[in-house]
């Protein structure tokens, strides 16, 4: 059995985590809300109010009938990620794979696989609430503040 997570917050904190296997589909509590803004380094950041969507894998984009295959680590390529904005979310979910995905009011959509080796994806908030989508194939996710 995998030991539970500690969150390390930027200040030092460090808080118990859980690891959630989960067999459905889970639904996050994102305010649906407007895309504050988009922030692009080495991850895509998504801004919704009060909770950041923060993407560290490739990733699939589809708006406007077109698909598009990302990855943060290529900056050049993420100019489709900009056409996000202004839009709103309408839903955030994850499945038993590890994969997230975010549905917004335009009917563009984002899709984050679980890797391998890297941490793919994460949610901070609302509030101190953390979901991060742990590295591996068996959609294991570690969790802060159980509000997912």
């Not at 979910?93 to 679980?114: C, H, P």
Request: with cysteine; aromatic share 6%.
């Amino acid at each position: 059995m995998t030991k539970p997570p500690d969150i390390r917050d930027p200040d030092g904190t460090v808080r118990p985590g859980m690891i959630n296997r989960g067999d459905d589909h889970r639904t996050f509590r994102i305010s649906l809300c407007d895309l504050s803004f988009i922030r692009i380094d080495h991850q895509t950041r998504l801004q919704f109010g009060g909770t950041e969507v923060v993407i560290e894998s490739p990733f699939v984009l589809e708006v406007s009938g077109n698909r598009y295959e990302l990855d943060p680590g290529e900056r050049a390529t993420l100019g489709p990620v900009l056409s996000l904005y202004p839009d709103s979310l309408s839903s955030a979910s994850v499945d038993n794979a590890g994969t997230l995905f975010l549905r917004f009011a335009s009917g563009a959509t984002i899709r984050v696989d679980q890797d391998p080796q890297f941490e793919a994806w994460q949610v901070n908030g609302p509030g101190n609430c953390l979901v991060v989508c742990t590295p591996g194939t068996t959609g294991d996710l570690a969790i802060c503040d159980e509000q997912h």
